[in-house]
Every structure is written in structure tokens, then in C-alpha cells.
């Protein structure tokens, strides 16, 4: 007999990856719409876990309005002898990986940013209750981990109880996350991979450093650590470092082998301190995108909760589509949020020398690791909401950037005669361009023209003014 014989839809691997639009999902738990949603797991004691238990606490799947968008939170329990608090991460981040077993129901993202949908059609194959979730989570994490002894399964749907546990679990997520910093890349000589995105992306491997937290922000390099010695032959398995081969991009040997073995040939190379060259890939569960800025040589940092538009006029939805899917794309990089306090962020391309603009709620996030000169200088949505109250702030405030532009922008003189030698306008170690669907990189660029003309936009609607 199979293990989910009484489950009314399908459970395999082959589910992993399977979308589910809005107009074939019944319901969606948390998401976009819905602020307080989370996935957590905790080491308890063996007499406090029942195991099996499955709680549903607030309106089950059957109650649920079609189309509607639903507060969620899913708390796992877990017992056993050789369970430590330190697995909790590790286990947590299986919820994805498992939930996404179960034909017709999805699961995106992690921790506090998770985004779940049941279709249609597998509800009215009778997938009608949560009971049947917290029952292939149990024996799915109870087979492939069997360090788990006994685990039980609480689904909160009740908005209230939800926002109490919320914040709990924002605790404790950064609880997790302090405990790992301080660890510098250079005292270990081990990293951690995981492949677990392949099934969304798969040309993605996330390396995971002791200063370069996973993308999804749910995977520290300890967390990486016990993940690999509780189930080698999993989805999260160690890199041995190899040859340091540029301190200041973060080439290492190691990880070019292990990346290309990976993802079969597609990627050879990985930078992992710059969003330029050989970019660490991004799969499409980053916490947030860095997008570069050419207008005024900087970075923009956007996160996945953001809801207006960007500094740039694009929304994350759009950035994160430029960064995803496994490749590596000049001046886009999914990152976490982590990433943001560690000592080694984008360090090949100026770290916070180089970052001109964030949402507020990203800077109060991380305003202690910014290095105090440059925190007022740093602009946000209050400050910037396009690229020329951006430039304004910026040389108000004499961002570092500010420098870069009289050095890459040479003046040219308003009256170019025809027959004048052509001299340089823009000179750019990277200088990327928008056309027709097309994004080409221009790689140490220095551009000629005879004539330069500079348009302003000034509505989207196509009002423009020409200085020529
Ligand atoms: S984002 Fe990276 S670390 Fe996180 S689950 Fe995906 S592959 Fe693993």
C-alpha cells in the first residue's frame, strides 16, 4: 500500500515546480495580500510532541471562501534524541520543499514571506482539509529524516492567533540569524550548497558561506552544516572551499567545481561578493533583489514585501523576474536580507559605498550594520521615489557615488561640430542597456558620439522635452 493511499490527490517529486495561477487556485494562504504569515519549527521535548497530531486552529480549506487570500501559519513540533535546536532552520525549510510534493498545492518563499495555493481542481478531488497537509508532512519528514522521532503539526488560519505567533517567530528568526554571525569566511574551509530551488531553477545552487547567508534567507552556513551531516545525500550538501582565487569577488575553487557539477556544465564560475561578472545566481526565493542603478552608479535594494515601485519605476514583481531562474544577470542579484549585515556584501563593488537607495523597512532592518558614515545618506521611498529626486538627495547628502559620476562622465561640449574628433562621453566598467526586450551588457565600455542627446521623460504617457 502506498504511503498516501488515503490522501485524495497525488504526492511525488514530479509535483515539485508545478505553478498554480490565481484563476486555478481555490484559495491562497498568505502571500502578497496577507502582512502576517510564517513557517516555523522547533526542538521540543519528547513528552510535549504527540506524534501525528495535526491542529487546525481558525477555518480549514472546506470553510474557506473561493479566491480568497487567508492569514496563515504552519508551526512543526519535532522530538527525538539526536535533535538539536540548531535544526530547527534545516527542517523548517523541508515545509517548501514537501508541501510542494502534494499535486495542486504550492508553496513559495520561507519563514515570515511564505505564499501557499490550493488549485482548484485538486479541491474538488477532495484535498478539502488541512488534516491531509499536516498528514504528508508527517510522514514525508518522518522518511527522509529519521533523526525525527515524532512530530506534530499545528496549521493556524485564525488572523489573530496568527499575528500573536508572528511576531514570536520574528524572534526567533532573528535569534537564529544573530547566532550565526561573526564567522568569517576566511576561518572555515568548508561551504554548504543547496540545490533545493533546482525544481524552480534549474541552473541555481546557492552557496552558503559563514558571510554569505542562502537567497531565501533560511539557511545559515551552521544551518548548512547540520544539513549536510543529518542527511548527506540531500538537497543541502558541503563544498570544500579549494583555492582562494580572488579574495575581493570571492572566487574559489571549490566552488566553480561544485557549481558546474551542479548544474551540469551551465555555470562555471561564480563571484559571490559582486553582482558583476560571474554573479552568484538567483533562483526566485530571494528575500530581496540588489538592482544596479546606471543613471547614478549605484545600487537599488528592493524586498520581496515592497509594494510600490522602485526608485527605477519598476515594481519587485518585474526586478525579480530580471534576477531569477537560475542565471547570472549583470547588476541583478537575489539576495537575503542577512547578506545586507554581513561585512562581505557586494565587497567587490564598494559594499555600502555603492548602495543609493532602499525601502525604509529594509533600512530599519539593517541600519546597525550600515556603516554608521554612510546611513543618512542612503536614501528611501521618503526620500527618492524617481531617479532624479534620487540624484538630488544623493549630492545633497555627498553620497560616495556622487564621486564616480565626474569621474565616468566627461562634459561635452554643447556645440559639436560635425567634423570634431569624436571624444569619449561615457566610460563604465559595466554599462548595461534596455532595448526591445533586450538587456545588452557593455563590458568596460568607453562610448563615442558625435552628438549626445539628452531626453528627459517627462510622464510615462510620453511627454518629452529634447536638450540637445
Ligand atoms: S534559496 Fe537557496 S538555500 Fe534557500 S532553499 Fe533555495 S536553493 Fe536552498
Redesign the pocket.
Known amino acids: 500500500m502506498s504511503m498516501f493511499e488515503d490522501i485524495p490527490v497525488e504526492v511525488g517529486v514530479i509535483y515539485e515546480g508545478e505553478r498554480i495561477r490565481r484563476k486555478d487556485m481555490h484559495i491562497e494562504l498568505g502571500g502578497p495580500d496577507i502582512k502576517e504569515k510564517f513557517e516555523l519549527t522547533r526542538v521540543k521535548k519528547p513528552e510535549e510532541v504527540e506524534d501525528g497530531k495535526v491542529t487546525i486552529i481558525g477555518s480549514d480549506f472546506k470553510d474557506m471562501e473561493e479566491g480568497k487570500s487567508y492569514a496563515f501559519g504552519i508551526l512543526i513540533e519535532v522530538a527525538g534524541p539526536q535533535l538539536e535546536p540548531e535544526l530547527e532552520g534545516v527542517i523548517e ?1 523541508r515545509i ?2 514537501y508541501c510542494n510534493f502534494i499535486e495542486g498545492f504550492m508553496h513559495l518563499n ?1 519563514r515570515y514571506d511564505i505564499w501557499l495555493r490550493l488549485s482548484k481542481k485538486s479541491f474538488q478531488k477532495g484535498l478539502n482539509s488541512l488534516q491531509y497537509i499536516g498528514k504528508v508532512l508527517h510522514r514525508l519528514f518522518k522518511s527522509e529524516l529519521p533523526i525525527i522521532e515524532k512530530m506534530q503539526v499545528t496549521f493556524i488560519t485564525d488572523p489573530e492567533k496568527v499575528k500573536g505567533l508572528y511576531s514570536e517567530a520574528l524572534q526567533i528568526y532573528e535569534a537564529r540569524d544573530a547566532r550565526a554571525r561573526g564567522l568569517k569566511d576566511e576561518e572555515v574551509d568548508k561551504f554548504y550548497g ?5 525544481s524552480f531553477a534549474p541552473t ?3 552557496v ?1 558561506t559563514p558571510q554569505r547567508y ?6 545559515s552556513w551552521f544551518d ?1 552544516r547540520a544539513a549536510a551531516s543529518i542527511d548527506p545525500k540531500g ?2 550538501f558541503t563544498i570544500e572551499k579549494g583555492e582562494l582565487l580572488d579574495p575581493v569577488k570571492g572566487e574559489f575553487s571549490g566552488v566553480n567545481d561544485t557549481a558546474k557539477k551542479k548544474t551540469l556544465g551551465e555555470i562555471t564560475r561564480v563571484w559571490l561578493y559582486t553582482a558583476f561578472g560571474y554573479p552568484h545566481t538567483s ?1 526566485g ?2 528575500e530581496g533583489t540588489a538592482f544596479y542603478i546606471p543613471e547614478v552608479d549605484g545600487f537599488g535594494v528592493v524586498h520581496r514585501g515592497y509594494k510600490d515601485i522602485a526608485v527605477n519605476g519598476l515594481p519587485f514583481s518585474t526586478l525579480a523576474d530580471s534576477t531569477a531562474g537560475g542565471r547570472q544577470v549583470d547588476g541583478f542579484h ?1 539576495i ?1 536580507i542577512e547578506y545586507m549585515r554581513s561585512p562581505k556584501f557586494l565587497q567587490a563593488d564598494g559594499g555600502w559605498n555603492r548602495v543609493v537607495w532602499l525601502p525604509k523597512e529594509v533600512k530599519e532592518r539593517v541600519k546597525d550594520f550600515i556603516p554608521a558614515e554612510f546611513v543618512d545618506k542612503v536614501a528611501t521611498e521618503e526620500e527618492a521615489k524617481t531617479i532624479d529626486e534620487l540624484k538630488t538627495f544623493l549630492k545633497e547628502r555627498n553620497h560616495p557615488v556622487v564621486e564616480r559620476w565626474k569621474e565616468e562622465v566627461v562634459a561635452v561640449p554643447a556645440e559639436v561640430k560635425e567634423e570634431a574628433p569624436a571624444v569619449p562621453v561615457v566610460t563604465a566598467t559595466t554599462l548595461p542597456i534596455t532595448a526591445g526586450g533586450f538587456r545588452i551588457i557593455l563590458k568596460d565600455a568607453k562610448v563615442y558620439a558625435k552628438k549626445v542627446i539628452i531626453r528627459s521623460v517627462k510622464s510615462e504617457k510620453g511627454e518629452k522635452t529634447e536638450k540637445r
Open positions: 525549510r517548501h520543499e520561507q543547496c540545490v533545493l530551488c533546482q541555481h545552487v546557492c552558503i542562502s537567497n531565501c534567507g533560511a539557511i548548512g538537497p543541502v533562483c526565493c530571494f537575489g537575503s
